[in-house]
């Protein structure tokens, strides 16, 4: 019991190191989508010269071999709560230029993305994050940036 | 009604001087006093760069509350009075309670699966091994 209560009160601090996986996606947000590119290309296949879609097949099967299992980042942190006045971890999950993003690049769950889409807009509302424009370089208030407990 | 829990955060402009924000809280709690609340929390963020532009300032002063009244009035109050004052260039106010049930729900539902989690995990593995022997 202490020592799940422990790893809850805990869980703000690895929040913070772990937090540049998903960004690093946010930075390129094309990446997903050009994977997906190929895969359009290979549906013309079957008319061209291709034949069967017999290579296509297997460049398809080394593909899933380097995609990485993602994670609901907040689900491995086991927060129950996403709080909107933590901009430092909402700003993960924000693109460039603030806008949200969507699950299949950053792995969270749909319930997670639910209460995350709340907070950032709240947010949005009192300034913390942008509505459009630059969410580089957003940190937390200045109050909640040590971990409690 | 039964009692509920507010988040309250207001926004200074940045030159504001410290007595004229400690006026605003005062305004604030007289507000709380009078209907029948209690403020929980004051905290002070500081100067803060806003992520946008407000009231022509690109920055402000964050000042956080929590509040805890049974008077929804109350909420209504306190922002027709932070609305007045001309120090404040942005306020939100947002009801925190049912969150903060949900979570304390969700956590105790954890607790509750984590404590039978090892006598689940010993239980399917001799029936694996007896498959594995049939087969």
Redesign the interface.
Known sequence: MSEEQKQVQSAPAPAREGGDAPRREGGHPAGPRREGGPGGGRREGPGGPGGPGGPGGARRGKRQYFRKKKVCKFCVEKMDFIDYKRADILAQFVQERGKILPRRMTGVCARHQRWLGVAIKRARNIALLPFAGSAAGVQAPRALEAPKG | MEERLY?L?F?ARPATPEEEIKKVIHTLETAVAEKGGKIEKT????T?K???K?AKHRE?I?I?QQVRTNHGELVHELERRLGVQDSVI?Y?T?RLDE??K??KK??QK??AR?ARRPRRITQPVPGAEQQASAN
């Open positions: 988040d955060i926004i905290e002070h963020w500081g803060r806003l992520a946008y407000v402000g964050y956080y942005k939100q947002i969150e903060l949900r979570q969700l956590s954890r607790e984590a």
